[in-house]
Nanobody, 116 residues
């Protein structure tokens, strides 16, 4: 059974930083892609970025490019979302997801609130 557990969210002032973690378990993820999404109140879910679990390819959405980065620790089966220069509009519930052709498995989500 695949399990994804996010951590590291919380309340931060504008301009601050947070690092979200997504710990995956339940199978070997070497052929999977992993993505970060977010959903703000009253808005649709937004793709933030993604990475191949093996290899070096990563993608960051234009809306957060230059402020957010994705990295992973394969030994720990954990992927990170480093968020710098946070803005109030980054306030959302953040989710990690993994899959192959589509994102089939999702974490429970973790709230991030950026105060002005």
């Amino acid at each position: 059974q695949v399990q994804l557990v996010e951590s590291g969210g919380g309340l931060v002032q504008a301009g601050g930083s947070l690092r979200l973690s997504c710990a995956a378990s339940g199978r070997t993820f070497s052929s999977y892609a992993m993505g970060w999404f977010r959903q703000a109140p009253g808005k649709e879910r937004e793709f933030v970025g993604g990475t191949a679990w093996s290899g070096d390819s990563t993608y960051i959405a234009d809306s957060v490019k230059g402020r957010f980065t994705i990295s992973r620790d394969s030994a720990k089966n954990t992927v990170y979302l480093q968020m710098n220069s946070l803005k109030p509009e980054d306030t959302a519930v953040y989710y990690c997801a993994v899959g192959r052709a589509s994102y089939d498995f999702w974490g429970q989500g973790i709230p991030v609130t950026v105060s002005s």
